[in-house]
């Protein structure tokens, strides 16, 4: 069971950059809606008792998924797009609360002092630059934006301080998931606020796909002895 969905959500996601390469507006209608339900299915699919389901995740599937919604629809309106970062805020902030589920602590593991600081200034600094850079363009936009910008900063970081806590690959995976997912954004703000450039809707969500599929599938994989 658990094969054939992970096939399925190769299927909705070739299908979907597919259709945002060539531009074909109805099979984004068809493959974008279905991301989060088959990685939903992907989540459900690894619930047992010895990894049991977690409202912090199952939020952030939702909450995904109305925000890919509700960015389909900001051609037609600026509110779809507030919306949709509404919607991705609450996502983070549900993520946010599961890596900190998905953690086992233990005494002298994880991050501490210099190494902390090491390891989350690259991240800091990328993401209070690209704020620097695209203050002056966000318009009316400018505290939603900033804000979700230093959440989506919280998110990456809490990622990274499970390390130690739990193991290795589900840590990467959720790492690299979230550091994707960072990118994306970015692309996504770059694209829509500063400049346009070619093959953005491809950069856009070939990481996005890549960043919630590691995700959801790390904080399983959190349970894996």
Not at 35 to 44: D, E, K, P, S, T
């Amino acid at each position: 069971m658990k094969s054939k969905i992970l096939v399925l959500f190769f299927i909705v996601s070739l299908g979907e950059l597919i259709a945002v390469a060539i531009d074909k507006e109805v099979l984004q209608w068809v493959f974008k809606p279905l991301i989060m339900v088959v990685l939903g299915g992907v989540y459900f699919s690894g619930t047992s008792e010895s990894a049991p389901l977690a409202k912090a995740v199952v939020g952030a599937i939702v909450f995904s998924w109305i925000g890919d919604v509700c960015l389909m629809f900001q051609g037609e309106s600026e509110m779809y797009f507030m919306a949709g970062l509404g919607a991705f805020f609450i996502a983070h902030l549900c993520y946010v609360m599961a890596y900190y589920q998905h953690t086992q602590k233990k005494e002298g593991a994880g991050l501490f002092g210099i190494q902390k600081f090491r390891f989350s200034l690259p991240i800091v600094l990328a993401g209070t630059g690209l704020i620097t850079i695209l203050y002056t363009h966000l318009g009316a936009l400018k505290v939603p934006v900033i804000f979700y910008a230093i959440l989506l900063m919280v998110m990456t970081l809490q990622a990274l301080f499970r390390y130690g806590y739990t193991n290795a690959i589900s840590f990467w995976f959720v790492f690299v998931g979230a550091l994707l997912f960072m990118i994306s954004d970015s692309l996504i703000a770059v694209n829509k606020f500063l400049s346009s450039f070619e093959l953005a809707g491809i950069a856009i969500m070939a990481t996005y796909l890549l960043a919630q599929f590691l995700i959801i599938r790390g904080l399983r994989l959190h349970f894996k002895k």
